[in-house]
């Protein structure tokens, strides 16, 4: 029997799904684009990618996303915004761009979410709602099924109830995992005893909200006396990076092209949100672009050496927890809090590094905590091992948060 069968899946509104309209999270268009309509044609996935749609999974519908898919916090005015479920008395944002995958899995309408990562668009929704969020590898999975928005930084990702569940809905769609049998004795035999997990303070520990590093530090050390190895491990390039990726990098050039040239009708209503972080950082000269293209491998490249003797490296997922929504209401507050958010994210996308997310407590708010996982890149079934081995010690998501109040 197919691992995934009869399996409830959510997709957020970006991606491709045959006989469903497909509006990438903006409002309705005034009029019918021609090439619009043949650029979400042409992205039709192929091949296993598909997988999941031949072995007959039920696919109920599809989940909030940020129009674009540009944001971590889950902003949008035109479909609203999902409630996080961790509190009773504000409406707090629920991550992004995949806004309403952590809120269906807590829901319970969906046993996996199908979403895209190209700066923590998996990763963020998880981490804010307390559930498990994998990065995968460039090139690993296809991504035809989704518009190509930054063809260059941009791979499937996906979301589930605790990294066991998401073993299970890896194993049926990942290409080079022959089943899922092969791929639980695999993870069976990963023990955390001499697992090194590389600890970069500097950047991604820094500034901070409340309570984050004291709860993702006690997690490892929690991890340690069931025999992981601590190791202080410096990533001098972190900040320049986390720079170059908040000037643009190459997604939001390659985003502001997309949306110029297949979608410009949506312009005149896109969020402000969305639609200025795109004109002002994506509107740069071939040369430049070209520029920033040629200076990926080498910063890929030193990033790589500081994982020798390494089995992977351990962050706070975000520096912040969910934001009430009049905290993101004002353009500035909301990029601040963007950044926040993404900025220990879209450093594992820049170097191709596969991550995985996991809550590991909660904050004075009540609002979880992840703590993010990430190895070399084509790794991705070794930490998917390592991940479900540190949920075996530290716990599943329920079991270590507890029910979310909204879903209890």
Request: hydrophobic share 40%; charged share 20%; glycine share 10%.
């Amino acid at each position: 029997m197919q691992p995934s069968r009869s399996v409830p899946i959510w997709v957020l509104r970006k991606v491709f799904r045959f006989r469903s309209k497909t509006f990438l999270a903006c409002a309705a268009p005034r009029r019918t684009a021609a090439r619009r309509g043949a650029c979400l044609r042409n992205t039709k996935p192929k091949g296993r990618s598909s997988r999941t749609c031949a072995i007959d999974s039920v696919f109920p519908g599809k989940s909030h996303t940020v129009p674009f898919a540009f944001g971590v916090i889950g902003v949008n005015k035109h479909w609203g915004a999902p409630r996080n479920p961790w509190d009773v008395t504000a409406h707090r944002m629920s991550g992004g761009s995949s806004s309403g995958a952590g809120v269906s899995l807590w829901e319970g309408s969906c046993l996996w979410a199908l979403g895209s990562d190209s700066g923590g668009s998996c990763r963020s929704p998880a981490a804010l709602t307390g559930t498990v969020g994998l990065r995968t590898s460039s090139g690993r999975w296809p991504v035809g099924g989704a518009p190509p928005l930054s063809p260059t930084l941009d791979t499937p990702g996906l979301l589930a109830r605790s990294v066991e569940d998401l073993v299970v809905g890896f194993a049926a769609i990942d290409p080079p995992t022959s089943s899922l049998t092969v791929l639980l004795d695999a993870i069976a035999s990963r023990s955390l005893v001499g697992l090194r997990i590389g600890v970069p303070e500097r950047h991604f520990f820094e500034n901070c909200g409340p309570g984050i590093v004291e709860t993702v530090m006690q997690a490892l050390h929690e991890l340690e006396t069931r025999g992981a190895v601590l190791i202080r491990r410096e990533i001098p390039d972190a900040a320049e990076s986390a720079q170059w990726m908040a000037n643009g990098g190459v997604n939001v050039p390659e985003g502001y092209s997309a949306v110029c040239n297949e979608f410009s009708e949506w312009i005149e209503t896109l969020d402000p949100t969305v639609w200025t972080r795109l004109s002002t950082y994506g509107a740069i000269d071939t040369a430049e672009y070209l520029k920033r293209i040629r200076q990926i491998a080498p910063m890929r490249a030193r990033a790589y050496t500081r994982l020798e003797g390494l089995d992977v490296i351990a962050t706070p997922t975000t520096a912040l927890t969910a934001p009430r929504v009049e905290d993101v209401a004002a353009l500035e507050d909301y990029r601040q809090r963007n950044m926040a958010i993404g900025r220990n994210l879209m450093l594992m996308n820049l170097w191709d590094f596969p991550s995985i997310t996991l809550p590991v407590g909660k904050d004075s708010n009540g609002l979880p905590i992840g703590l993010q996982l990430s190895s070399r890149s084509g790794s991705d079934a070794v930490l998917l091992a390592i991940a479900h081995a540190v949920e075996q010690t530290l716990g599943t998501p329920r079991q270590r948060l507890g029910a979310p109040p909204l879903c209890a």
